[in-house]
């Protein structure tokens, strides 16, 4: 199983930026960021897959970007424009299986990184 370490977090404002890190123990074909706001399930967010095709939830599309850096075994989630309905516990997962992260079922799953937008 891959280790997964997220970072950069915190609070910003409604129309606020933030850039979350997560660094794997290997490299994997598919990583990606799920978020679990306050009661509610956790839902896919983006993915990215080695060779830098990618996904998004329609609820962020154009304003998050996605991106990895392979040499550094990493993944990154730039989000611009955040509203407070971005509020959530933003978790990084990794798949050799794309279909499997899709899903929600990914082998591999941070401990989450808090971030929270205020109106």
């Known amino acids: 199983q891959v280790q997964l370490v997220e970072s950069g977090g915190g609070m910003v404002q409604a129309g606020g930026s933030l850039r979350l890190s997560c660094t794997a123990s290997?490299?994997?074909?598919?990583m990606g960021w799920f978020r679990q706001a306050p009661g509610k399930d956790r839902r896919f967010v983006a993915v990215?897959?080695?060779?830098?095709?990618?996904r998004y939830a329609d609820s962020v599309k154009g304003r998050f970007t996605i991106s990895r850096d392979n040499t550094k075994n990493t993944v990154y989630l730039q989000m611009d424009i955040l509203k407070p309905e971005d509020t959530a516990i933003y978790y990084c997962?990794?798949?050799?299986?794309?279909?499997?992260?899709?899903?929600?079922?990914?082998?591999?799953w941070g401990l989450g990184t808090q971030v929270t937008v205020s109106s």
């Open positions: 997962a990794a798949d050799e299986r794309l279909s499997w992260l899709l899903r929600g079922e990914a082998d591999s």
């Open positions: 290997l490299n994997t074909y598919a």
């Open positions: 990215i897959v080695r060779g830098d095709s990618t």
